[in-house]
């Protein structure tokens, strides 16, 4: 069974494991998962597929901060996403590449995304740049890509996009750090 959202047909990532099993009933099937990373909060994990006709490998990542849930199961939702891509990627998808679960899971991220939410994490964005001693890429990034240092002015001009905003900021301190 699929479910619609947004015009399109999603499967979950149970619907496509149960696939897969009943699919190679009696034949070699792997699935694994490999934590690659949990560092500073953002979960990453590996998933491998293993069947007789290839191994593919589904990637995803979480945010603790994101969302009530993830506060307590990014690891879980992260695995789930992987093992989820792993099995598009052998050919057990939907009408889309995407799990009925990533999906969700992205939309329900970006309405969590409130006017607080949003100013919380620039406010740890700023203080991170703060504390590593380059407080001035801060700035820079906010003023390059923005048009204002001012994070209050970002919060009013840039919810809508505020899931961007802290990725080009993560992308910056990064870069930074190197």
Known sequence: MTIQIHGKEYKTVAERV???H????????SIETELVSWEGGIVIIKATVTTDNGV???HAYEDESRGQ?????????????????????AGFAGSEFASANEVQNAIAQ???????VFSKRLSDA???FADAG?????????????????????IKTQLDNSGK?????NKAYKEALS
């Open 56 to 58: 593919y490998t589904g």
């Open 110 to 116: 970006q309405q969590g995304m409130t006017a607080s």
């Open 18 to 20: 149960n696939e897969i």
């Open 69 to 89: 849930i993830n506060k307590t199961s990014a690891l879980e939702n992260a695995e789930t996403s992987a093992i989820g891509r792993a099995l598009s990627s």
């Open 126 to 128: 700023k203080k991170a």
């Open 134 to 154: 380059i407080s001035e890429v801060f700035e820079s990034c906010l003023e390059a890509n923005y048009g204002s240092k001012n994070p209050v002015e970002i």
């Open 22 to 29: 009943a699919e190679l009933k009696g034949k070699h099937l």
């Open 165 to 169: 905003v802290i990725q080009a900021l």
